[in-house]
């Protein structure tokens, strides 16, 4: 496709000229390149003035080639194309979208394997069935003596209940198995996920709505995770961080009978039946806790011989009459940037703006 420049207005025949300058002819695809870094990407508030500077230069450096190439467009397309995604909230919802299809990944699988254990197990209790029919009526055929024939059916009819009976634990397992599955999340297990939380959450507020009891929401986030962890490390490491991490929330969890999840990326979540100023107390020893711990990670296979140390941000709200579940997380997040702002590893509680 070209760009009748003849027919355009003023400032895109300026920029055909120049495109023709630089070989590029009329293509309206290098056009559309150049429209983009001088006039739309100033646009882009995700970005700041460096990085706007830094893909203008880019582009310029690749124009100033002089290759009008569907070749040399397309490698132009990949850098813009790695420019985009590469920036930290993209990245996130990357990340993101992949936990999301690696989790959809992990329950349906897990869902395909309990399905064909339940057909296996409805096949055999047929042949069960079956073999207890024949038996029940070769004994009621045989024409013994009541005092003979009657303890050879309670004999059968109890070994039939026995096995029901050890299915039915069995099956009861399975489904707490399953349960625990589509509640948790796949990579910080025992953690929970967000849908979970979700429901958590929905109840915990009705509950405090009705009773008045105290309820309060950590959010917990990673400082500089990915420049400090998965781009100094690597994605490995970086799951392998998130992992210890979710250890320590589900230690004081446990030990406290608070509900932990994950909530994204590297953000996690505690709901506690604490008051506000319980709450941040124990926040800030969860922090302590984090900054504290030596994590060695295996790189190559081989265990590190430096830790790696990292902190956490922790924001922290109590539930107000009228707050829903978003309402509360949404005010634990809030507190959680402020820290962030504020230079990191600490602890902040949300303050309700002034009537």
Known sequence: MHLGCQEAPC??????GELHKLGCGNDSSWLAVLLFVRNLLRQFSIFDDSRKKCLQ??????LARRDPSPEHLQRLLGGLELFLTDHLPMAAVKDQLENEKAASKSLAQSITAFLEETLTSEQERSKLVG????????TLAGGEDPSVMIPKLRTLVGNMLAHYREEAQAWERKAQQLEKIIQVDPLLAPLHNRRSL????????????AEGAPLTAMMIDVDNFKTAINDAYGHVVGDDVLRTLAKIIDAHAGRHGWFAARYGGDELVLVCDLDGDDAQFHADAIRLAVQNY????????????????FTVSIGVAAFVPGMSGDDLIAAADAAMYQVKSGGR?????????AA
Do not use: M, W
């Open 57 to 62: 230069e880019y582009v310029f450096s690749e």
């Open 11 to 16: 400032d895109i025949r300026k920029l055909c």
């Open 198 to 209: 979700e429901e958590h959450l929905r109840a915990a507020v009705a509950r405090a709505e």
């Open 131 to 138: 073999r207890f029919g024949r038996e029940t009526l070769d």
């Open 345 to 353: 590893n600490n602890v902040a509680r949300f303050e309700q703006p």
């Open 294 to 309: 030596e994590f060695r990670p295996r790189i190559d296979g081989k265990l590190a011989e430096a830790p790696i140390r």
